[in-house]
């Protein structure tokens, strides 16, 4: 017998709590973009869909990158991966990117400092992540819209 399981929104509240409280990663479900609520799951969704060239094109993706400006490393971070991935299993029916430089080569010219932060995304804390980008506001990096 199959029976639907249903979380009403104060079980899930405090299952999230618990989940942020203790430090657990951030999983799919989170939003990477805080400006404008963009989840994991929905840049990650985009990117293996739209394939985009560059990491500034996922701003198509509901807005994501384009405020304050703390997410850009995590999903120029993204990016490299999927291309990376990509290129190991080559899809046949892939459209030709028409751009020689590649994302990752893109991130190698950027600041070490925002490779170093996007490294860490997949063991951040939703709590973590947004410490990290309230400091990074406060000292004065960018501005929430």
Known sequence: MNQNVSIDGEV???YHTWRTTLGVPMDLDENICLCFHV???????????EKPIRAS???QCYG???????????LEKLLAE???ASEATPDP????????QTVAQQGQQGSSSDDGLAAELE????NAYADLRKTYIE???????
């Not at 063991?123 to 939703?126: E, R, V």
């Not at 000292?139 to 819209?145: E, M």
Request: net charge positive; hydrophobic share 25%.
């Open 12 to 14: 899930y509240a405090s």
């Open 39 to 49: 989840s994991l799951r929905k840049v990650k969704k985009f990117i293996r869909l």
């Open 57 to 59: 094109q996922i701003s």
């Open 64 to 74: 994501a990158g384009t405020g304050c400006g703390w997410c850009r490393p995590f």
């Open 82 to 84: 999927a291309n990376s």
């Open 93 to 100: 029916e892939s459209k030709p990117r028409g751009d020689s």
């Open 123 to 126: 063991s951040l804390s939703p």
């Open 139 to 145: 000292k004065g990096h960018g501005s929430p819209p």
